[in-house]
């Protein structure tokens, strides 16, 4: 073992691996038929066993992932990761879905290697986890690493035979993945500007954090029918986006003669899943600052019993609620819970404090007098080591240390006091990541596109890019503007919340059987107060028409308002989708 860890390290790893590997055997000598394992009936993955049970009784047939889980629980198999990574393989399809579970997801034939993903609760790390990532970066993967639209960070084109070495290296600097890829609960977003925003209703770290550790302490919560998204808004500047999560927790304040204490509360929001045009929706229950997590615990568990293991594209928490509607759902959520959930008339709420959708790029004060927190935009989340460095010794030597990640795909150096203010940007220019940027780059989100994930049709990244230097030589906004591109029907761009929207799409080439990259192009979208689902406007509009398509929209909207600062999500909504077609249509090119 490396001498990079302390004995009482390598006793804990030695038994981790010995025990894991015991459960290899044991399961290679069992039947050859996907059964439940021995004992599971009472064990922590019994639900998950139960609910695979009744799906078969049914009549259903069980998806290949199912099948796979139900041979043994993949966080069982380190030891087997471990070993194939030494011969430097790259794993089957059930492999590939088994190591997810360990944050390793391999991307061929986009690249020939892993990529990991990490669990960043609240989207924080420290100056030295930052420091580390580079290196690791650096060292085991491809040289760079992203922010993503989860607030968290992923490392690329890491070989086979590095995997392990990653997830070890990542573990020394306090980092995790366990769980952050396959059928688990997805990293915890919380407000970026948590404690230390002066508008805010109540810091998110202590709920995230709890919400975090109980994940990853808790067995049963790995047992689920597909990917699950819960996020914690504190009533902040920077939106966190929870409307698009299976569970939404909003801090609220509610005054007397609701049914519920006056003061500040959780109010429920459930269902959220952009990528099939649905956002989170209010519950009507609102949930005590101590009860989050003993209430997602159970709605967790609720969807462990009821969710489609069938069909994949149906296996979200979504489509419980469709099926067996709102109250039902709460009542089994009640009897997971023993006790019943706080309901209360919406006009007893406060409305959200607005969010400003600049407040994640440049300079603003914090609560605590004198200092500020430092908003930097990245290239669309990707930095390099020598970037990751800079902003490790900003938030070091000229901040409080932490670094906050956003679901903007940028990230912010909290703490810094106002004499300081001029060294913390200097580092931060001159290591090529910028503090001030366009309206339109500014809300610039892009997911990984097919430079790097086999389901993506577009190289959405570049393309993004492309738009954002053809707005800012074309037109000036005097608006925020959100332009999100997402490379396929996963959305992991949440291209429907975007003022402009754009799903990637093989695009046919007048007069050739060949087929361009392009576009399908939506405009409209919102969320947080301004919550909806962009509308359809183009179609198959090839990538290299798409920046000239993207400007005849904002010009539309520049030329035709209702009045100099209406926002473009007022002027979409006050028009359909064949109005703003025929609008952008008729601006001079």
Not at 468 to 493: E, F, M, R, W, Y
Request: glycine share 10%; net charge neutral.
């Amino acid at each position: 073992m490396s001498e990079d860890f302390i004995p009482e390290q390598k006793r804990w790893l030695e038994g981790f691996l010995s025990g894991a590997a015991a459960v290899q055997a044991a399961r290679k000598a069992g039947p050859a038929h996907a059964s439940a394992p021995a004992g599971v009936s009472s064990g922590p993955d019994s639900a998950a066993a139960v609910a695979q049970d009744r799906t078969v009784e049914r009549g259903g047939k069980l998806v290949d992932q199912e099948k796979w889980k139900r041979g043994g629980n993949p966080l069982d198999d380190y030891a087997r990761l471990k070993a194939e990574a030494r011969a430097g393989a790259a794993p089957k399809p059930d492999d590939n879905f088994r190591w997810r579970y360990h944050g390793l997801f391999f991307v061929a034939p986009a690249q020939a290697g892993y990529m990991c993903r990490m669990r960043l609760p609240n989207g924080i790390l420290t100056h030295w986890q930052m420091d580390a990532v580079a290196d690791i970066a650096e060292t085991k993967a491809g040289g760079y690493a992203h922010v993503t639209t989860r607030a968290n960070l992923q490392l690329r084109e890491i070989k086979p035979e590095n995997g392990p070495d990653t997830l070890e290296a990542l573990l020394r600097a306090g980092i995790i993945s366990k769980g952050s890829g396959a059928d688990n609960i997805r990293n915890v977003t919380g407000s970026a500007t948590a404690g230390i925003d002066p508008q805010e209703l109540l810091d998110t770290r202590p709920a995230a954090f709890d919400w975090h550790n109980h994940i990853l302490n808790e067995r049963a919560m790995y047992g689920l029918p597909r990917k699950f998204n819960v996020a914690f808004d504190g009533g902040g500047a920077v939106a966190t986006l929870e409307d698009t999560n299976d569970i939404g927790f909003q801090a609220v304040e509610v005054t007397a003669g609701g049914g519920a204490e006056p003061g500040l509360w959780w109010r429920l929001a459930l269902g959220g899943i952009t990528g099939h045009r649905d956002l989170a929706r209010d519950t009507g229950v609102v949930v005590a600052l101590a009860e989050a997590c003993a209430v997602a615990d159970a709605i967790v568990r609720v969807f462990i019993d009821h969710g489609d293991r069938a069909n994949r594209v149906k296996a979200r928490l979504k489509y419980v609620l469709d099926a067996m509607g709102f109250e039902k759902f709460l009542e089994l959520v009640e009897e997971k819970l023993g006790r019943k959930l706080t309901r209360i008339d919406p006009t007893f709420v406060k409305p959200r404090p607005p969010v400003d959708r600049l407040s994640h790029i440049g300079v603003h004060r914090q609560k605590q007098a004198g200092l500020n927190w430092i908003g930097a935009w990245t290239p669309l989340g990707r930095m390099l080591p020598e970037q990751m460095r800079a902003l490790a010794r900003a938030a070091r030597e000229c901040g409080d240390g932490d670094i906050r990640l956003t679901v903007w795909q940028n990230l912010l150096i909290s703490g810094v006091p106002d004499a300081q203010i001029a060294q913390a940007r200097g580092l931060i220019e001159t290591a090529g990541l910028k503090i001030e940027v366009s309206n339109a780059r500014a809300g610039l989100v892009a997911c990984t596109g097919n430079k790097g994930c086999k389901f993506a049709a577009s190289d959405t990244k570049g393309h993004a890019l492309e738009i954002a230097d053809h707005l800012d030589a074309k037109i000036t906004l005097d608006q925020p503007v959100n332009i999100h591109l997402t490379g396929c029907h996963h959305s992991c761009a949440q291209h429907y919340i975007g003022d402009i929207g754009l799903i990637a799409a093989k695009v046919a080439v007048p007069g050739s059987e060949d087929e361009a990259e392009g576009y399908h192009i939506h405009a409209g979208g919102g969320y947080a107060e301004k919550g909806s689902i962009a509308k359809l406007v183009f179609s198959d509009v090839t990538a290299a028409d798409a920046p000239a398509r993207v400007e005849a929209l904002l010009r539309a909207y520049m030329s035709h308002r209702a009045a100099p600062d209406e926002s473009f999500h007022a002027f979409a909504a006050r028009h359909e989708a064949p109005a703003l077609a025929h609008l952008a249509l008729g601006m001079p090119a």
